[in-house]
Nanobody, 123 residues
Framework: QLQLVESGGGLVQPGGSLRLSCAAS????????IGWFRQAPGKEREGVSC????????YYVDSVKGRFTISRDNAKNTVYLQMNSLNPEDTGVYYC????????????????WGQGTQVTVSS
């Protein structure tokens, strides 16, 4: 049974930081591309950051470059998203997902999804 479980979301003030975790079970995370996606009310789900298993290459949407960092710990079968300098526009439900090894960072390439974790940036 393939499962992805996100954790680490919460309420944070603008300028603050959060670290999201995506723990995989039932499969080896390193065999898949892993993506972080977010969805705000009234908006489409967008790819925030993705990492490929084969070469470890990463992708970041322009709005988070320089602020977010994706990383993978194969020993723990976990992927992280470090989010710094958060602003209210980062608010949304964050999902992690597993896709094909060569997946692009768009939703249609990802087959397995976690339940999501809420991130709220507000003063």
């Amino acid at each position: 049974q393939l499962q992805l479980v996100e954790s680490g979301g919460g309420l944070v003030q603008p300028g603050g930081s959060l670290r999201l975790s995506c723990a995989a079970s039932g499969f080896t995370l390193d065999d898949y591309a892993i993506g972080w996606f977010r969805q705000a009310p009234g908006k489409e789900r967008e790819g925030v950051s993705c990492i490929r298993s084969s070469d470890g290459s990463t992708y970041y949407v322009d709005s988070v470059k320089g602020r977010f960092t994706i990383s993978r710990d194969n020993a723990k079968n976990t992927v992280y998203l470090q989010m710094n300098s958060l602003n209210p526009e980062d608010t949304g439900v964050y999902y992690c997902a597993a896709g094909t090894v060569q997946a692009m960072c768009v939703t249609t390439f990802y087959d397995y999804w976690g339940q999501g974790t809420q991130v709220t940036v507000s003063s």
